[in-house]
């Protein structure tokens, strides 16, 4: 069974950096379409940034471009999720997910396309 595992969310202030990983156990990402996804409070669960090592694929969220960037430590099985310049509305739980299937680039951020799933890690950025 494979199963996505996140770690390093926090308390940020507006402006600072954060770095989140996420863990893969029972498969590796190589063969995996990757994504991170978030969740505010009474919004819809949004795609952050996603990639895919076959296709060398890679989407972003239009809230977040120029800011986060995804990345893959193929020696530790581990993707990070660098977010830059956060913003108080960037403050939510963040989920790693993964999938078998290969997806479009321009359907990689809706997390109905993903299987497995994290159990999720705040992320507050105070103003």
């Known amino acids: 069974e494979v199963q996505p595992v996140e770690s390093g969310g926090g308390l940020v202030q507006t402006g600072g950096s954060l770095r989140l990983s996420c863990a893969l156990s029972?498969?590796?990402?190589?063969?995996?379409?990757v994504g991170w996804f978030r969740q505010a409070l009474g919004k819809e669960r949004e795609g952050v940034a996603c990639?895919?090592?076959?296709?060398?694929?890679?989407y972003y969220g239009y809230p977040v471009k120029g800011r986060f960037a995804v990345s893959s430590d193929h020696a530790k099985n581990t993707v990070y999720l660098q977010m830059n310049s956060l913003k108080p509305e960037d403050t939510a739980v963040y989920y790693c997910?993964?999938?078998?299937?290969?997806?479009?680039?321009?359907?990689?951020?809706?997390?109905?396309?993903?299987?497995?799933w994290g159990q999720g890690t705040q992320v507050t950025v105070s103003s």
């Open positions: 997910a993964a999938t078998f299937r290969r997806i479009i680039t321009s359907q990689m951020g809706i997390a109905g396309e993903y299987n497995y």
């Open positions: 029972g498969g590796t990402f190589d063969d995996y379409t």
């Open positions: 990639f895919s090592l076959p296709d060398r694929a890679f």
